[in-house]
């Protein structure tokens, strides 16, 4: 018998996983069920398509993102879908898993998940593994980055940014701070932007998270030049400064709630706490967030920030170390 342990990383947007042999995947959390007869012969018949699959054949699905601000929906469609997405990515990563063979696997989630949607989760994994930690996700990236020193880790993922500080044992639960003004948040203010000074261009989500992710900036930067559809007319439009207005309405509330976690530890290590921020999660690749975070600190004092260099596996490859590391008797406890 083998015993595999994971790591998984359960966001909104997308859901990441590493494993004890090496493997990492990640794939978009949704599940795309047929509209009708011609959609399942599209399929070849399968019931459903799953991650960036059901994203290509959207048109011809009912699309489920059964997460919303970084935890399951509480209603049976979403419980099933998250299942589905867990599922097929437990078995894309551990491909050799026999009958006998176990699965111990840590799961991230927000840092402030209420206790019932943990109860959720755990009972929905007992079908897919053997035992299940439920993890804080800005804890799952320090500990796999080794640091238990005074620190802060704000994970920005698409349903919420999680900041939690750290000082060298479990957080509680006022080490910890949810927001929901995260990437989806970001989305959101993008497309009302671009509509508005450009009402009759379209958009679809795709389209807006592409741009994100290419183009989305804090600091100076070139000029963003993107090509979108009007009227299905192609044409080239400036979104630099539009760009750059939406991405800071992401700093204030991080630099308000790093304060709010500073203002409240012990006086003595609050100068070392502000001073080692590490930006995490997806939202850390917006070109000059660390600075533009620092910058809005100095209303509070001053910090020094730095982006973390995995943001895709992050919290997936520190959930691994936490699933490896810990102790039988914690599995129950966290």
């Given at each position: ?111 402030q998940a209420s206790i019932q949607n943990k109860k959720i989760l755990i009972n929905l994994c007992s079908s897919l593994v053997n035992k299940v930690l ?35 044992s479990l957080p509680e639960e006022g080490d910890q701070i949810t927001l929901t003004t995260a990437g989806n948040f970001l989305d959101s203010k993008i ?144």
């Open positions: 018998m083998t015993t595999y342990y994971a790591g998984i990383d359960l966001g909104t947007s997308r859901t990441s996983v590493a494993t004890s042999t090496g493997v990492r995947l990640t794939t978009m959390s949704v599940v795309g069920y047929p509209k009708d007869v011609i959609s399942k012969k599209r399929l070849k018949g399968g019931d459903y398509l799953l991650g960036q699959e059901a994203l290509k054949n959207r048109l011809a699905l009912n699309m489920v993102w059964p997460l919303e601000h970084g935890v399951m929906k509480e209603d049976e469609s979403s419980i099933k879908a998250t299942t589905l997405i867990l599922r097929d990515i437990l078995a894309q990563a551990i491909p050799d898993k026999k009958g006998t063979d176990q699965i111990y696997a840590a799961i991230g989630v927000p840092a439920i993890v804080s996700e800005p804890f799952a990236v320090a500990y796999g980055m080794d640091r238990f020193d005074e620190c802060m880790v704000v994970d920005i993922g698409g349903g919420t940014v999680d900041a939690c500080r750290i000082h060298g497309t009302e932007a671009i509509l508005g000074q450009y009402p009759d261009v379209q958009l679809t989500p795709q389209i807006i998270q592409r741009i994100k992710e290419k183009y989305g900036y804090v600091g100076i930067s070139e000029k963003v030049i993107v090509k979108l559809t009007e009227k299905g007319i192609p044409g080239d439009y400036d979104l630099t400064g539009l760009l750059q207005d939406c991405c800071l309405q992401l700093t204030d509330p991080i630099c308000k709630a790093v304060q709010s976690l500073v203002s409240t530890f012990d006086a003595d290590f609050q100068y070392l706490l502000r001073n080692n921020v590490i930006i995490a999660g997806g939202g850390s690749r917006l070109r000059g967030i660390d600075r533009a975070v620092e910058k809005g600190l100095e209303a509070y004092g001053g910090g020094n920030v730095e982006c973390t260099q995995d943001p895709e596996f992050g919290g997936a490859v520190g959930a691994l170390q936490m699933a490896l590391e810990m102790p039988e008797e914690y599995w129950a406890k966290i």
